[in-house]
């Protein structure tokens, strides 16, 4: 990878495109900051879902196994919001480099599906580290299918049952306490530690493994960008930081 010279007033914006086009591997880290000018709710700061819900509630295996309705309906809850929202500027921007570079690629935490809605090709479509609201899979069998129903959580017998064995299905997503699919983590650490560049964009970065991503990429000599409308615990080690919003931001730091 290429560090360009800089001229002292170089504008940050400047930094990150001459660091992204210099890079021969790019991995784009994504977090619900980036789908929040869809209208998807992110889930810490102002109007975040953890304010309003509490997690161990709603999101662990301990919760479901409580009150699968509950969650259940809140998933439900979720998926009818989502369908109802558009993929943005950041979405596209990020879908259309992914088809334009050979190797630039797109991990997300969000388990809303924006990222694939604007991908137009298969290598556009992102590695999904927290699942899908739109999987649904069985608590007993291997089973897992495609879901984009809407829930009826209005009793036990109504909630989504696996085909294959007819025992309760669950929402694809990993909960709280849960260890994330190994495979989609060992592909996500391999492409961030052979990335020249991690570009990070609307993540709190205080989820683990998936934080730990831009930290690979850093500790193995390539430069992090983040783009986020406020400070996380990346912003101290990023070699390029973006203040502003991802859909204002993303379009114009990857325009050709
Ligand atoms: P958070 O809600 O924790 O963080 C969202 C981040 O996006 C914050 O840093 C905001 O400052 C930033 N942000 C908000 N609006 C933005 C905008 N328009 N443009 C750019 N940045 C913006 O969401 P995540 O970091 O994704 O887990 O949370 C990580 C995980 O915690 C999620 O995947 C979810 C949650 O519990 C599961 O669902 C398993």
Redesign the pocket.
């Given at each position: 990878m290429s560090r360009a010279v800089e001229a002292p007033d170089t504008q940050p914006i400047d930094r990150a495109r001459a660091l992204l086009r210099g890079a021969h591997h790019v991995v784009v880290l994504?977090?619900?900051?980036?789908s929040?000018?869809s209208g998807v709710p992110?889930?810490?700061?102002a109007g975040?879902?953890?304010r309003q819900y509490r997690?161990e509630d709603l999101?662990t295996p301990h919760a479901f196994a409580r009150d699968a309705r509950l969650v259940w309906e809140w998933y439900g809850w979720r998926r009818t919001i989502v369908s109802g929202c558009a993929p943005n500027a950041?979405h596209h921007a990020l879908a259309a480099a992914a088809l334009s570079h050979a190797d630039f690629r797109i991990i997300t935490?969000?388990?809303d599906g924006l990222h694939a809605r604007a991908a137009r090709e298969p290598r556009a479509i992102p590695l999904e580290?927290?699942?899908s609201l739109y999987r649904t899979r069985c608590t007993r069998c291997a089973h897992r299918w495609d879901d984009r129903s809407t829930v009826d959580a209005t009793s036990g017998d109504t909630l989504p049952h696996c085909d294959a064995c007819g025992a309760l299905a669950r929402p694809d997503?990993?909960?709280?306490g849960e260890a994330l699919d190994d495979a989609v983590l060992g592909e996500a650490m391999t492409l961030a530690a052979n990335a020249d560049a991690c570009l990070v964009?609307?993540?709190?970065?205080?989820?683990h493994p998936?934080?730990g991503l831009a930290d690979l990429t850093r500790r193995n000599g390539g430069s992090v960008v983040e783009?986020?409308?406020?400070d996380?615990p990346l912003t101290g080690s990023a070699t390029v930081v973006l203040r502003?919003?991802?859909?204002t931001?993303v379009p114009d730091l990857l325009a050709s």
């Open positions: 994504t977090g619900a900051g980036v929040a000018e992110t889930f810490r700061g975040g879902l953890w997690a999101a950041a935490q969000n388990v580290l927290h699942g997503i990993v909960w709280f964009v609307g993540t709190s970065a205080l989820v998936a934080a783009v986020n409308v406020e996380t502003g919003t991802a859909a931001i």
